[in-house]
Structures are given as structure tokens and as C-alpha cells.
């Protein structure tokens, strides 16, 4: 992320020049910035929030001279009232971000496996942030849908900014500090849409994509936060099964490596795009 502190220069520090999003039309709600002839880079990002939970780490790219484009995923956002399955949002992300640097995060990193693996022409580099390509056993897909089951009903007990205080507070996200700010966006989404995505993206819901990560030709960052230690080995097996992976272990972040660590985050993926 851009440095916030005065550089040891002797001359005045100006901030960062502010970052100008337009919005796209399309099936989904979708946000652009950068010079338009910059390399593209499209975020997606997890279950709960929308797409400005990327903006921070985009606009640092976006200065950087890419193009940057946030879309709000099927259920979330701007798009709570879009139903779609992954391979369903796989076809609506790819009709917007054509040939693109994809990054996804957890729900959004599984989106993006989709995309490249029914798209691979249009994925020029993947990259994967606490993601799962999918559960091999059909009784464990089974059990996790029992599970996403009693989630929407504790959702609809409690309502949803309650179930949004409960979600965030869950081991996985390490004690994860959730700005005001954050947390309006996340509300911003409805009971109906979390549902639906659940239901129709969740991990039980999705097929295992295991089998088939050995056809993803094109350069796959797999990232995962150091104490996220399920995604952690998970990110160590995608880059050893891709042709071309690498893997990357964020240090001091648990499942939402991109909120707890945006600037290591930025750093790794500006070095590894440049290699």
C-alpha cells in the first residue's frame, strides 16, 4: 500500500493522488479505474462483502498504471438480487473482465478458479487468496451444505447485522478488526442474497475442481495467511499441482489476508506480476 508516512526527502510529501471509479454496465455491478491501456487486473472478493472491500489494494495498482476492475458478486452488493451458481458467475465475471490478471479471495477465489478453468484464454495470470477448488467427498459436500443450511437459518434467527458481528468474530478471521466502515458495506448486502449465495455458490454446493487444477497453463499465485493453517496447506497443494504455481504464506494474517496484510499483499502481487 502507498506509504502514509513523510519520506526523509527534504521536500514536501504529497499524499497519493485520488483514484477515480467508473461504473460498467453489465449483469453485474462492476467498478472501473486506471488508464485504459494499462494491464487488467479484475478482484473478486469473498462471502459478505462487496467489492469495495478491494478498492484499497486496486487504487494501489490503479496508481501503478493498471487498469482495475471491482465487481460485486451474484447475492452481494449491487448484485444481491443477481442468483447464479459458480459456473453461472464464472460466465458473467468473464463477460466483463476479458482478458485479465484475476485475483480472487475465499468465494471470489473460487469464482475465479471457474473462470479460468472454462475461460483459459482469457486469464492471463490467476491468483488465489485463502480459496478452496472443492470438497472430493460427496458425504463431507453433503455435510457442509447441512451446515451453510444453519448459517441462512441462524441469519434469518438473528438478523443480519447480528449474524455479520457473529460471522467476522468466527476463529477463522483471527481476531479480525472490522472498521465502521467495513461493516456498513457489508450491510449493505440482505438476508436474501447471503442466502442465495450460500446456497447456489457455497463449497458444498460446488463440484471439486481438484482433478482438473493440472490444466491451468497461465502463471497461479496461491496465497494464504501464515495462521490460516487450513488454507494455508490448501495454497501449498494448488501451487504444487498447477504447472506454473507459486505459493505464498502471508506472515501475521489468518483467512482475510487481503484486510489484515493489504500492503504485504500488494507488494507480493506487484513482485510476482512483474517476474
Known sequence: ??????????????????????????RLAAHVSGPDDGSR???????????????????????????????DLPGHGDSAN?????????????????????VGYSLGGRAALHVALMYPDLVES??????????DSEDERARRRESDDQVIERMGEIGLEAFLREWVALPLFGGLAVSPADM??????????????LRLAGTGAQGSLWPRLRELNM??????????????????????????????????????????????VVETLARWLAV
Open 219 to 264: 502463471p497461479v499465485l496461491a496465497m494464504a495467511g501464515e495462521r490460516d493453517e487450513k488454507f494455508a496447506a490448501i495454497a501449498r497443494q494448488i501451487a504444487d499441482m498447477v504447472p506454473r504455481g507459486t505459493c505464498e504464506l502471508v506472515p501475521d494474517a489468518a483467512h482475510a489476508v487481503h484486510l489484515q496484510q493489504p500492503a504485504v
Open 184 to 197: 456498513d458495506d457489508r450491510l449493505r448486502n440482505t438476508p436474501e442474497g447471503l442466502a442465495s449465495s
Open 1 to 26: 500500500m502507498a506509504d502514509t508516512a513523510a519520506p526523509n526527502t527534504g521536500s514536501p510529501w504529497e499524499p497519493p493522488q485520488p483514484v477515480v471509479w467508473r461504473p460498467l454496465s453489465g
Open 41 to 71: 487486473l479484475v478482484f473478486l472478493h469473498g462471502f459478505t462483502q462487496t467489492s469495495t472491500s478491494w478498492r484499497p489494494i486496486a487504487e494501489e495498482f490503479a496508481r501503478r498504471g493498471h487498469e482495475c476492475m471491482v465487481i
Open 82 to 102: 443477481v442468483r447464479a451458481d459458480l459456473r453461472r458467475t464464472a460466465d458473467m465475471v468473464a463477460a466483463m473482465g476479458a482478458r485479465a490478471t484475476y
Open 126 to 135: 490467476l491468483v488465489t487468496i485463502g480459496a478452496n477448488p472443492g470438497i
